[in-house]
């Protein structure tokens, strides 16, 4: 399974940015997908979770700004980052579950998509 993200940069406090991420298999086989962010020196920060059952999860850091949705496909999801703040500046990088029995799962990473807010 790969997971191709794309859509980071740099933007100015306030601004938006728009993420996607795709796996490279089929949704009936992802259980979760997500985002996790490191800033540098600072620990992996779980930031946002999109279920099978299409529940979604946000760190407190992040709700009301950000906001994870999935295409019709369910293998690409998107996270949308309003209202941003230089404290969101970090390597973004997606994450899938896919389940492999015996309610055991792997976990695959994207590559990271660096985003950063100026000031």
């Known amino acids: 399974v790969q997971l191709q993200a794309s859509g980071g940069g740099l933007v100015q406090a306030g601004g938006s940015l728009r993420l996607s991420c795709t796996a490279s298999?089929?949704?009936?086989?992802?259980?979760?997908m997500g985002w996790y962010r490191q800033a540098p020196g600072q620990q992996r920060e779980l930031v946002a979770t999109?279920?099978?059952?299409?529940?979604?999860n946000y760190a407190d850091s992040v709700k009301g700004r950000f906001t994870i949705s999935r295409d019709n496909a369910g293998n690409t999801v998107y996270l949308q980052l309003n209202s941003l703040k230089p404290e969101d500046t970090a390597v973004y990088y997606c994450?899938?579950?896919?389940?492999?029995?015996?309610?055991?799962?792997?976990?695959?990473w994207g590559q990271g998509t660096q985003v950063t807010v100026s000031s």
């Open positions: 994450y899938c579950n896919v389940p492999v029995g015996r309610g055991e799962y792997n976990t695959y």
């Open positions: 999109f279920t099978r059952d299409l529940n979604t």
């Open positions: 298999v089929n949704s009936f086989r992802i259980n979760v």
